[in-house]
């Protein structure tokens, strides 16, 4: 089975530009997170979509934002950029999206804001 | 206020010594599960373990071990023998429903290196 697959895998842009990430999970599940992982922020919990309904969402602005297709595959799109935005984001699989689920990551993308 | 600790934010060991992550956690749910997960320089989190709260059973697989103590609230990680290619950041991770919404929450993560 293949694995959660991420692209692209490395972004640079500048401030003011946008960015949209993509996203498709492991065939078959329905649930895809994203994260935003700094190294003065750790792991933060963007948002997580399920049946293209997106049922969680962390504390970010409403620069950030996703959406999901009928097909499970997502994608995150960041607007007006700020050097800030400069992270590892990451995209987590799961099969229900519920506490008992293990979520599989991919291996992210990494943007860079100039 | 943090609902995964990992108070450990780097160890150094040399190779082949046993090396011990602790991950306590906060949670009032009654069913909940704790995961461990491993980020090499790659950048990719790599699933290592789930255990739900009804299941206090201690994990081996191969170097790796895992003890759950309900008691006081933690999920800590043991490699045994350890090696260079278990340098990396691990990180421990809580499932649970808070409010009817469920949350995926990790720790801050433990830089591990082991030293040739």
């Known amino acids: 089975k293949a694995g959660v697959t991420q692209t692209p895998r490395y972004l640079i842009k500048t401030r003011g530009q946008q960015v949209t990430l993509s996203c498709s999970p492991i065939?078959?599940?329905?649930?895809v997170s994203w994260y935003q992982q700094t190294p003065g922020q750790g792991l933060q919990f963007l948002f997580e979509y399920f049946s293209e309904t997106q049922r969680n969402k962390g504390n970010f602005p409403g620069r950030f934002s996703g959406r999901q297709f009928s097909n499970s595959r997502s994608e995150m799109n960041v607007s007006t950029l700020e050097l800030g935005d400069s992270a590892l984001y990451l995209c987590a699989s799961g099969a229900s999206g519920g506490v008992t689920d293990t979520q599989y990551f991919g291996p992210g993308t990494r943007l860079t804001v100039l | 206020a943090q609902k995964v600790t990992q108070a450990q934010t780097e160890i150094s060991v040399v190779e082949k010594e046993d090396v011990t992550l602790d991950c306590v956690y906060e949670?009032?749910?009654?069913?909940?599960?704790l995961f461990w997960y491993k980020q090499p320089p790659s950048g990719e989190l790599v699933f290592l373990i789930r255990?739900?709260?009804?299941?206090?059973q201690n994990e081996i697989s191969g170097r790796y071990s895992w003890n759950f103590q309900k008691s006081t609230s933690s999920f800590n990680f043991t490699i045994t023998a350890s090696q260079v290619v278990d340098s990396a950041v691990y990180f421990c991770?809580?499932?649970?429903?808070?409010?009817?919404?469920?949350?995926?929450?990790f720790g801050t993560g433990t830089r591990l290196k082991v030293l040739a």
């Open positions: 065939s078959g599940h329905r649930s």
């Open positions: 255990r739900n709260s009804f299941d206090e």
């Open positions: 991770a809580l499932s649970e429903t808070t409010s009817g919404t469920y949350k995926y929450i």
């Open positions: 949670t009032r749910d009654t069913t909940y599960y």
